[in-house]
Structures are given as C-alpha cells and as structure tokens.
C-alpha cells in the first residue's frame, strides 16, 4: 500500500521536459513543487559542464499532461559556471 502512495505521489508531484538542447530547457511541472523542475534542470545543464539558470516560469494552469493538475512551464539557461 506504501509504495502504490508514493507511486501516485510521484505522478503527481512530476514533470515533463518540453524540449531540451544544451543550451537550455523547458519543463512542465506541477505548480505546488518548482523544485522538481529546478533538480531536473541542474542535471540536464550538468551533463554539459554547466548549471542552470531559470529565465522565466509561467503562470499555474490546469495540464492535461499532467493529469490537469495545475502546472507550470519552467525555461533555463545551462550557462558556463
């Protein structure tokens, strides 16, 4: 019974990349936990030498990728440093 929760949660609580290059990344992302998308960033720029910058973050909407939780979309910079 525990880990069907923590499967759910897990769903729940996700994000899903939009487009990736190594320059950057946009990701969607269930709007009550930012930081998914902020760890997902730092591991994608990281695989080039770099770390991720958030350039902008829209407003939470209902998703249907997200099981229309309300979600936002994350964009980051991978930049030198």
Request: aromatic share 4%.
């Given at each position: 019974m525990?880990?069907a929760?923590?499967?759910?949660?897990?769903?729940?609580a996700?994000?899903?990349?939009?487009?990736?290059?190594?320059?950057?990344?946009?990701?969607?992302?269930?709007?009550?936990?930012?930081?998914?998308?902020d760890?997902?960033?730092?591991?994608?720029?990281?695989?080039?030498?770099?770390?991720?910058?958030?350039?902008?973050?829209?407003?939470?909407?209902?998703?249907?990728?997200?099981?229309?939780?309300?979600?936002r979309?994350?964009?980051?910079?991978?930049?030198?440093?």
């Amino acid at each position: 019974m525990r880990r069907a929760a923590l499967v759910v949660l897990l769903v729940l609580a996700g994000c899903a990349v939009r487009h990736e290059t190594p320059e950057g990344i946009v990701i969607e992302h269930n709007a009550l936990h930012p930081e998914l998308a902020d760890i997902e960033a730092q591991k994608h720029c990281a695989r080039y030498g770099k770390k991720a910058v958030l350039v902008k973050r829209t407003a939470a909407a209902p998703s249907p990728s997200l099981l229309y939780m309300r979600s936002r979309v994350s964009i980051y910079d991978c930049v030198e440093g």
